[in-house]
Structure formats: structure tokens, C-alpha cells
């Protein structure tokens, strides 16, 4: 599923005028949030490849999880967006990750957000995805 950005480039600060400690704060809890859906969906969609039978009560919860996980980045990521701070995930400059996007961020986004990935990226991008590599 392909989520389109429905900022416009304008919409993104030329800056922030916060600390780069701050910047991390935000950034590194966006980033240990999804790295924790990632974990959880991985491990969902592990048990139901093995389709244990007496997995299903672990199934269950590990989705109920995911999907509460999900919830609370996109509502950290809608508060964020009140306070004035534009955070992106898996933009060009950054793939897999959270980015405190700016304007020059979000005109490089524009440029090259149908570029297709190389075959070597794509599959980078899938072992990364479900934990094969870091």
C-alpha cells in the first residue's frame, strides 16, 4: 500500500528552532515505536507461517499489539504535526526511518518519490524489513 504525502512543500519549516537533542528525543522514540510494530508484525507473521494451532491466542495479541503500536505513532505523529513539527518516515533520504522533515527535505522527497528501487535495494529493504539484517 502506497500512503502519498498530502503536505505541500511550503507546508515544511526551513528549520527547526529546537536543539538537536530535542531533534533525537523525538526522532529516536518515533524510530524505537516502529522498530517495536516491525517486531511485533515480524513475529505475527512468523507464527502464522508455522500455523500452529495452539499459536492462535499468541497470533492474536501480537496483531492486537502491531496495531496498537501503529496507533500510537500515528496519533505521536498528528501531535507532533500540531506542535509544528513535520515527522516523515521512510522518505528517500532516510529509508526504513523517522525524519524530522524540513522544506528541503520534503522538495528531495517530491523529486524522487516514484523513483523504483534497485533490485538490490528492494531486497535490502525486505530482509531489513522482517530482521534478517540490521
Known amino acids: 500500500m502506497r ?3 498530502l503536505q505541500q512543500v511550503d507546508d515544511y519549516p526551513e528549520s527547526y528552532d ?3 537533542e530535542q531533534k533525537n528525543i523525538i526522532i529516536n522514540f518515533m524510530n524505537a515505536m516502529q522498530d517495536l510494530a516491525n517486531r511485533y508484525y515480524k ?4 507464527s502464522e507461517v508455522l500455523n500452529k494451532e495452539d499459536n492462535n491466542d499468541r497470533k492474536e495479541r501480537l496483531l492486537k499489539l502491531y496495531q496498537q503500536t501503529i496507533d500510537t505513532l500515528t496519533g505521536a505523529k498528528n501531535a ?3 506542535l ?3 515527522v516523515e518516515y521512510n522518505w528517500p533520504q532516510k529509508k526504513g ?3 524530522l522533515a524540513t522544506k528541503e527535505d520534503a ?3 517530491e523529486e524522487h518519490k516514484n523513483d523504483k528501487p534497485s533490485d538490490y535495494e528492494r531486497t535490502t529493504q ?3 524489513q522482517y530482521g534478517d539484517i540490521q
Open 80 to 82: 507532533y504535526r500540531t
Open 18 to 20: 529546537i536543539t538537536d
Open 107 to 109: 522538495a528531495y522527497y
Open 3 to 5: 500512503i502519498n504525502n
Open 84 to 86: 509544528g513539527f513535520m
Open 97 to 99: 526511518k523517522w525524519i
Open 43 to 46: 513475529e505475527y507473521f512468523d
Open 126 to 128: 525486505t530482509l531489513i
